[in-house]
């Protein structure tokens, strides 16, 4: 699926989102967040294909937040389109309850700055691999606007709410190493190895059963939402008995006593 200033690549059971506005650093226009729900609706209707979702950027940006001349200069000056009343109640946040309620895993291969509505794609992501040379900032506060996409509840989750409030006060950038040492990235590689290393992991999810990894993610987040012991042994019964049923299940044991590795098709 190809689009102006985006295109989804599928191939081996993993597609690759890239966001493709490298002269504005991949800032969100109200067209590409547009596009961009296109591109989830079609990846949730086909998730027998699509088993991972890997998000990247094009150039030297992933995402430097929102399109300030096209969004929000334009909203001030009264240039932007007419707003109609689901735009007004859904606005970009649809789309991040849109991309957290995909089942399948979501990896971000985050290759330059991620700021604003780029620091809430990450954080929206299951996996965060970040280049060396990315750099990461809450800058909502530079322009007068609170953190939006989930991010004054996913930031403090991942990185405590001190160091999360630090950010989203004072919208400092932060390097690729102090990323990853707050636990705000999974992993940073040399800019040259983000792909590859980004590719490898989501062609061994591809390759895995989709029915518990779909699974293990509800249950992670359920756990993150409940925080509640009984509630969670309630789900993983539940889900262990449904992935029990499964005919990848019974070729992962036949596999494990045969030693050999296990030829999983998602069933």
Excluded at 17 to 43: C, G, Q, V, Y
Excluded at 117 to 140: N, V
Excluded at 162 to 191: F, H, Q, S
Excluded at 237 to 252: I, L, M, T
């Amino acid at each position: 699926m190809n689009f102006d200033k985006m295109s989804l690549k599928e191939e081996d059971g993993i597609g690759m989102l890239t966001l493709n506005h490298p002269e504005k650093l991949n800032a969100m226009s109200t067209e590409m967040w547009n596009d961009f729900r296109k591109i989830i609706d079609h990846i949730q209707k086909n998730q027998e294909i699509i088993k991972v979702l890997v998000i990247t950027g094009s150039g030297r940006g992933f995402c430097s937040g929102s399109d300030v001349g096209a969004r929000l200069a334009a909203n001030i000056e009264g240039r932007g389109p007419a707003k109609t009343q689901a735009d007004l109640l859904e606005g970009t946040g649809y789309v991040a309850g849109l991309i957290r309620n995909l089942e399948i895993p979501i990896i971000t291969a985050i290759n330059g700055v991620a700021a604003g509505a780029g620091l809430s794609l990450a954080l929206l992501s299951d996996i965060r691999i970040a280049s060396e040379s990315a750099r990461f900032g809450a800058i909502w506060v530079r322009v007068g606007l609170v953190g939006d996409l989930g991010a004054t509840l996913l930031l403090p989750q991942l990185i405590g709410p001190d160091k999360a409030i630090e950010m989203l006060t004072t919208g400092i950038m932060i390097d690729a190493r102090e990323a990853e040492r707050i636990g705000l990235v999974t992993k940073v590689v040399p800019p040259e190895a983000l792909l590859p290393t980004t590719y490898e992991l989501a062609l061994k999810l591809a390759k895995g059963p989709a029915l518990p990894i779909k699974l293990m993610k509800k249950a992670v987040y359920k756990g993150l939402r409940h925080n509640d012991l009984l509630t969670q042994l309630e789900f993983e019964s539940f889900a262990q008995g449904v992935c029990r049923q499964s005919e990848d299940h019974r070729e992962g044991v036949r596999a494990f006593l045969e030693k050999r590795p296990a030829q999983f098709k998602g069933i």
